[in-house]
Nanobody
Framework: QVRLVESGGGLVQAGGSLRLSCTAS????????MGWFRQAPGKEREFVAA????????YYADSVKGRFTISRDNAKNTVYLQMNTLKPEDTAVYYC??????????????????WGQGTQVTVSS
């Protein structure tokens, strides 16, 4: 069992930055591929970014590529999402997720085994 806790959300003006953190319980964090997803009101949850076990591979949704950076620190059981040049359309609840021993970088919500409770990000225009 893995428990994920996100933090770092908040209100920011367009063009600003935020860094989200997701800390996992348990001793097998390095066995999990990690992902960030987001869900805006009235919309489905969508993929944002994913990172491999060791952090050497990353993948991004086109909508955030070049603006967001996913990283992880396995010694701290934490995955990060650095979000720069934020836009009002980035407003959503952001969730981190863990996928045990994934075969690659996963973008499908159904493939993830554990989810955090989410953190709200609001970008004002």
């Amino acid at each position: 069992q893995v428990r994920l806790v996100e933090s770092g959300g908040g209100l920011v003006q367009a063009g600003g930055s935020l860094r989200l953190s997701c800390t996992a319980s348990g001793r097998t964090f390095s066995s999990y591929g990690m992902g960030w997803f987001r869900q805006a009101p009235g919309k489905e949850r969508e993929f944002v970014a994913a990172i491999s076990w060791g952090g050497g591979l990353t993948y991004y949704a086109d909508s955030v590529k070049g603006r967001f950076t996913i990283s992880r620190d396995n010694a701290k059981n934490t995955v990060y999402l650095q979000m720069n040049t934020l836009k009002p359309e980035d407003t959503a609840v952001y969730y981190c997720a863990a996928d045990f021993l994934p075969l690659g970088l996963v973008t499908n919500t159904d493939e993830y085994d554990y989810w955090g409770q989410g953190t709200q990000v609001t970008v004002s225009s």
